[in-house]
């Protein structure tokens, strides 16, 4: 910081500022962030702006005022619509996080739809982000008994563990823990999340998939849910936790291509300690859905996912958590429990 360079000295401001938020020092959080924004600022970043609007939102949430919270979340959002189109696309996964912020910040879900509507209005460029923006009540198709289901009293050999870095780890005892350690994810180069799967046979074509997931531990989030898998281009998965106890989170990977499809929060009537996630796929189609209870259900998105065959179906963890939704050190990473797995359709290799 001594040196002078405006860039190299907003970032640790924005470091600091975010030690400040795990150890709960609000106050020096805004101070540090808002320094950290004069210097993106008189050295002309692009996205600089965009996050530290972003982050002193959320430290605004913790201290509940949600009027400036709401403000800051709209100034990140102006900062990020400045960016040229062939930039502004690049960081599409964090419009996760910033969308999870306006719906917390938000009086209710109407307020929330009205906003997001108007941001569409306001620079259609946005609209290529996400498909669905929130969450939709909708019915599912009730099924009969699955062929195919799992309460993880033991583990059965259907399921293959996979931990690209072997540092992660899961446990089975009346229900299954995956636990994942920092930084572990699926997005971009990083394919780094554990995982357990199991396979589908070569007849697939209609299949619904659906777990239960809860947080396995008080000192740790809980962030993870279903995936479905055929190689590491091409996978689809769907997320709780990872932008908020109740947010739910659905995008992959596409040839290749990382994509976003819906995101959306449960909402806080409906909170409980389980939250469902089911994904039903059909003629090349996957269409995702939530629940906290199991009877009201909300759409979350749908997208393109072709399967030929080898397709993997099961459950995995996220380890990058955000620290400014999160607030504290977890140097252990996350822990997820899925009690309860069904699988509907297909076959079972």
Same mark, same amino acid.
């Given at each position: 910081m !001594?040196?002078? /360079?405006a860039p190299d000295m907003a970032n640790c401001h924005c470091l600091i500022g975010e030690i400040a938020i795990c150890q709960n020092e609000y106050a020096m959080a805004?101070? !540090?962030f808002k320094q950290a924004l004069l210097l993106y600022q008189d050295a002309k970043s692009l996205y600089g702006p965009v996050q530290i609007h /972003?982050? #002193?939102g959320r430290t605004y949430l913790a201290y509940k005022n949600y009027a400036k919270a709401l403000q800051c979340f709209q100034?990140? #959002?102006k900062a990020l619509a400045k960016i040229e189109s062939a930039i502004l696309l690049q960081p599409a996964v964090r419009f996760f996080p910033l969308l999870s912020g306006l719906e917390e910040a938000c009086a209710d879900s109407s307020a929330f739809r009205a906003l997001c509507q108007q941001i569409q209005i306001e620079d259609p460029r946005f609209k290529a982000f996400l498909t669905q923006w929130y969450l939709e009540s909708t019915d599912i198709k009730r099924m009969h008994e699955p062929f195919a289901q799992d309460e993880f009293k033991i583990l059965e050999d259907d399921w293959t563990w996979y931990d690209p870095f072997d540092?992660?780890? /899961?446990k089975v005892r009346d229900a299954l823990t995956i636990y994942a350690v920092n930084g572990r994810d699926l997005w971009y180069i990083n394919k780094s999340a554990p995982r357990l799967m199991r396979d589908l046979s070569i007849e697939v074509s209609d299949l619904i998939v659906q777990v239960m997931s809860e947080q396995a531990s008080d000192d740790r989030p809980a962030a993870g849910g279903l995936l479905l898998w055929l190689d590491d281009q091409n996978y689809l998965w769907l997320q709780c936790g990872r932008f908020g106890s109740r947010d739910i989170a659905f995008g992959g990977c596409s040839g290749n291509k990382d994509i976003v499809v819906g995101r959306g929060r449960l909402p806080r009537e409906k909170s409980s300690e389980h939250v469902f996630l089911r994904m039903e796929y059909t003629g090349g189609k996957v269409k995702a859905f939530c629940s906290a209870d199991n009877e009201q259900w909300f759409s979350i998105g749908c997208t393109t996912f072709l399967v030929e065959s080898g397709m993997q179906v099961g459950v995995h963890a996220i380890g990058n958590i955000d620290r400014t939704i999160y607030h504290g050190a977890y140097p252990d990473g996350v822990a997820i429990r899925f009690t309860s797995f069904q699988l509907w359709g297909g076959k079972g290799s």
């Open positions: !001594a040196v002078g /360079y805004i101070t !540090a /972003y982050r #002193l100034e990140s #959002l540092d992660c780890s /899961y």
